[in-house]
T-cell receptor, first 115, second 109 residues
Framework: GAGVSQSPSNKVTEKGKDVELRCDPI?????LYWYRQSLGQGLEFLIY????????KSGLPSDRFSAERTGGSVSTLTIQRTQQEDSAVYLC?????????????FGQGTRLTVV | KQEVTQIPAALSVPEGENLVLNCSFT??????LQWFRQDPGKGLTSLLL?????REQTSGRLNASLDKSSGRSTLYIAASQPGDSATYLC????????FGPGTRLSVLP
């Protein structure tokens, strides 16, 4: 597609429920990243996929968070048993993998509110 | 571990002023540095990308410089306008993108 697409744009869920957030990267981009931005805070790295390599999960805050990327394209971030502190904007980015020219393009984010 | 800081945290200027935003990083082993703009409630828009071998990049009223050896980058905005009001983030790319906390800019008409 023309840009990185994320859905839904907004999600309100009850504490304890599971949620799935979706990211469609730019066609042809081999790298995909998930970040979290809490209110008034900077971007917190969550997970990084590069091609067929094992993902870098070092930023996932707990085992309630998981992500997968099917067919090297669409990615889903799943949060199980949501807590109020999970409320944030979840941003997805994609890029090529050409090192010096690697430029990240971001989606508009999913605003998650846990009530 | 790469750490990125940005100064100032917030800046308020009258329209028409030239201004400089600063970004510092601790590990100079980077491939590139990217400046983004974020409007409230929105995603990030890429402004400029400077490769590690480059010293500066320009786009319109924006000029970004990079001194990799000292771990610094500056974003220069000329003749600021109210529409420039946003949060500006820098990110360095090594194995991953590491972001600074941002500078919140307000340009007053």
């Amino acid at each position: 597609g023309a840009g990185v697409s994320q859905s839904p744009s907004n999600k309100v869920t009850e504490k304890g429920k599971d949620v799935e957030l979706r990211c469609d990267p730019i066609s042809g981009h081999t790298a995909l990243y998930w970040y979290r931005q809490s209110l008034g805070q900077g971007l917190e790295f969550l997970i990084y996929f590069q091609g067929n390599s094992a993902p870098d999960k070092s930023g996932l805050p707990s085992d309630r968070f998981s992500a997968e990327r099917t067919g090297g394209s669409v990615s889903t971030l799943t949060i199980q048993r949501t807590q109020q502190e999970d409320s944030a904007v979840y941003l997805c980015a994609s890029s090529t993998q050409s090192t010096a020219n690697t430029e990240a393009f971001f989606g508009q984010g999913t605003r998650l509110t846990v009530v | 571990k790469q750490e990125v800081t940005q100064i100032p945290a917030a800046l308020s200027v009258p329209e028409g002023e030239n201004l400089v935003l600063n970004c510092s990083f601790t590990d100079s082993a980077i491939y590139n540095l990217q400046w983004f703009r974020q409007d409230p409630g929105k995603g990030l828009t890429s402004l400029l990308l400077i490769q590690s071998s480059q010293r500066e990049q320009t786009s319109g009223r924006l000029n970004a410089s990079l001194d990799k050896s000292s771990g610094r980058s500056t974003l220069y905005i000329a003749a600021s306008q109210p529409g420039d009001s946003a949060t500006y983030l820098c990110a360095v790319y090594g194995q991953n993108f590491v972001f600074g906390p941002g500078t919140r800019l307000s340009v007053l008409p």
